[in-house]
């Protein structure tokens, strides 16, 4: 068969072949030319280099002296931190996936470069270790709820003493019409001018509440997004300030198992529940223990330092050790 | 055969990037009870953080050794400065020393602000051409009135030997007429930048009518006449060019002369992260 027979007989398949090689060919040239650029190491004298200018040489060990200088205490903190709480703690699958759904969200909603440096200024490097770092997080604070936990009469009691912390609960039911009253000691109250169907449910919400659980009540009739949750708000303490004084007010008040009155806010009528004031329920929120170490940076920073202790973890790096313990260690506090 | 395939295994070693390493890079950092961090992983942690400015600094030493710039002239430059601070702050100097990380830092960076400025300095030198040609500079002086009637009275009176200031300040101009350097590149009316460039020899120009537009707060277009008058006092950028530089050095980025420099004495990168960080700002840092 000569050329002419061949393309005659194969026109078919030698077209489709032509065309799968240009596709084929233009992907390789777009992908060469979107190529990262790779840097290549190179050696001088021993030395690693990080760049060369005319003769001028400037060299891995002279950046890290600088580094060092510069970020070294605050990054020597982030990797003790992260390898403490790695030996400390075990990672879970619960963390896993704890820190798998807080990636996805991050993910979808945030573009890489910004994720990226954003995780690159708490010292990690980059969306490629984003689970690490949510991880490391969870281990972090479990790390020192355990610590409260162990010294509860030292940090815990006072603290509950004092701000009288716990979680709360609360039934809305707006009011269209509520007037904002100025009294005479500068305070602001508010009177509701409910509709008929507005009071209606109201009577409604409090027959029900004498019969049924507060959470099942808040479901069903609360008008706000912690009804899905059962009307749960969450950690609450004295020096709360999220909500508005008037529910303040009502919720210090309150003891565990005990419903507020109703209280009137410029959102309408409200009716809080506290929930409970036990530590072993309160331990659950990140606020209760960063409340508790408030901007004690030494006391914020024992945990870590009896587990590293317990655990023989040493900074081998005088320099850094030094610079890193006169900030977070009792050390400091004489200074 | 064998030969063959031993040269194609060493070329494709040689084609593997090595890491970028710091001297004794297994030196223990952190350790403990399973676990360590070696000094090269603390290093590749530490090179997370935005360095950027390290390596800008340690790049215009670099220069000012490659330029030959004179240490004494350095120095100079940089205690001159710190004195102005020192004046300028008096009793509250020594809280923004510390505030910077105190005195020797702030000698420092003025070191590198003053090595900045003398390679800006060369960079305009070698450049000159171009950059006449890039910013075509004029002197002027430049007012602008709210009518014409104003802006033709004012004209006149110049014309029959009043100086521009006096004259200004007769149609109610109030500040001082302050004599500039303006280029194509000046933020000005397009009209008035036409009149500049046309311009080959000192002259006062006739009346320039230019429309503003501007939207207000409650999304409506208004737009204002606005009539210039424009004594244009020197068309020869030669006889200042000192002036012409204080412009460019208040216009041109640091990146634009970094970038000449490093095409200049031929940059070479060997660090991934380093290129990596430096090269969204410095095109030339590759």
Redesign the interface.
């Known amino acids: 068969m000569d050329i002419k027979e061949i393309l005659k007989k194969f026109w078919f398949i030698i077209l489709i072949v032509v065309v799968f090689v240009g596709f084929v060919v233009v992907y390789a040239i777009d992908s060469f030319k979107n190529r990262p650029?790779?840097?290549?190491?190179?050696e001088v004298d021993?030395?690693?280099?990080?760049?060369?200018?005319?003769?001028?040489n400037?060299t891995?060990?002279?950046?890290?002296d600088?580094?060092?200088e510069?970020?070294?205490t605050?990054?020597?903190y982030?990797?003790?931190d992260r390898?403490?709480c790695?030996?400390a703690i075990k990672t879970t699958s619960e963390m896993e996936n704890v820190a798998a759904n807080q990636s996805a969200y991050l993910l979808q909603n945030y573009s890489e470069e910004e994720l990226n440096s954003q995780l690159?200024?708490v010292?990690?490097?980059g969306v490629d270790e984003i689970d690490e770092y949510y991880i490391y997080i969870q281990k972090s604070l479990e790390l020192r709820t355990e610590y409260l936990k162990n010294h509860y009469d030292e940090y815990v009691a006072p603290f509950m003493e004092e701000k009288h912390p716990k979680i709360i609960s609360h039934i809305l039911i707006k009011v269209a019409d509520v007037e904002e009253v100025k009294n005479e000691d500068g305070t602001t109250s508010y009177v509701a001018h409910p509709t008929k169907e507005e009071s209606e449910k109201l009577t409604v919400v409090e027959e029900e509440l004498k019969a049924r659980p507060f959470a099942d009540v808040a479901k069903e009739y609360s008008e706000d997004s912690s009804s899905e949750n059962g009307g749960l708000l969450g950690y609450f303490d004295d020096d709360n300030s999220t909500y508005v004084e008037v529910f303040k007010k009502a919720a210090k008040k309150l003891n565990e198992g005990e419903n507020s009155a109703v209280i009137t806010s410029e959102y309408g009528y409200h009716i809080i529940r506290c929930d409970s004031e036990n530590p072993e329920d309160l331990y659950g929120y990140t606020d209760f223990i960063n409340n508790i170490f408030g901007d004690d940076v030494v006391l914020y920073n024992a945990p870590l330092l009896e587990k590293?202790k317990e655990?023989?973890?040493?900074?081998?790096?005088e320099t850094?050790n030094d610079s890193l313990m006169s900030q977070i260690s009792d050390e400091s506090e004489g200074e | 055969m064998k030969k063959l395939i031993v040269l194609l295994c060493l070329i494709l070693l040689s084609g593997c990037a090595a890491k970028t390493s710091v001297s004794d890079p297994s030196a223990s950092i952190i350790s403990g009870d399973g676990v360590s961090l070696s000094k090269q992983a603390f290093f590749e942690n530490l090179k997370n953080n935005d360095y950027t400015q390290i390596i800008v600094n340690n790049l215009f030493k670099d220069l000012a050794t490659l330029e030959n710039i004179d240490e004494n002239t350095i120095n100079e430059q940089a205690e001159a400065s710190l004195e102005e601070v020192k004046e300028q702050y008096g009793s509250s100097y020594d809280k923004v020393a510390s505030y910077y990380g105190g005195e020797d830092v702030l000698l420092e960076s003025f070191k590198i602000d003053a090595i900045a400025g003398i390679l800006a300095d060369s960079y305009f030198d070698a450049n000159q051409e171009e950059l006449l040609e890039e910013y075509k500079p004029v002197k002027a002086k430049i007012i602008y009135l709210d009518t014409r009637e104003k802006a033709e009275a004012m004209i006149e009176e110049i014309k029959n030997g009043t100086s521009y200031e006096m004259a200004a300040a007769h149609q109610g101009y109030g500040s001082e007429v302050e004599e500039k350097v303006y280029t194509d590149k000046s933020d000005i009316s397009l009209e008035v930048k036409s009149v500049l460039q046309s311009a080959d020899e000192p002259m006062l120009s006739s009346v320039i009518l230019s429309v503003v537009s501007a939207t207000d707060s409650e999304g409506n277009t208004t737009s204002e006449d606005r009539y210039y008058v424009a004594d244009i006092t020197n068309v020869d950028p030669t006889t200042f060019m000192d002036e012409f530089y204080d412009y460019l050095a208040s216009e041109i980025d640091t990146a634009d002369i970094l970038n000449y420099y490093m095409v200049k004495y031929d940059i070479e990168v060997y660090d991934q992260r380093t290129y990596e960080l430096m090269s969204k700002t410095y095109e030339e840092f590759k």
């Open positions: 650029i790779e840097m290549t190491a190179k021993g030395q690693y280099l990080i760049y060369s200018i005319g003769d001028q400037y891995a060990d002279e950046l890290y600088e580094l060092k510069g970020y070294g605050t990054s020597i982030r990797e003790f390898l403490v790695d030996a690159q200024s010292g990690f490097s590293a655990l023989n973890i040493t900074i081998n790096d850094l």
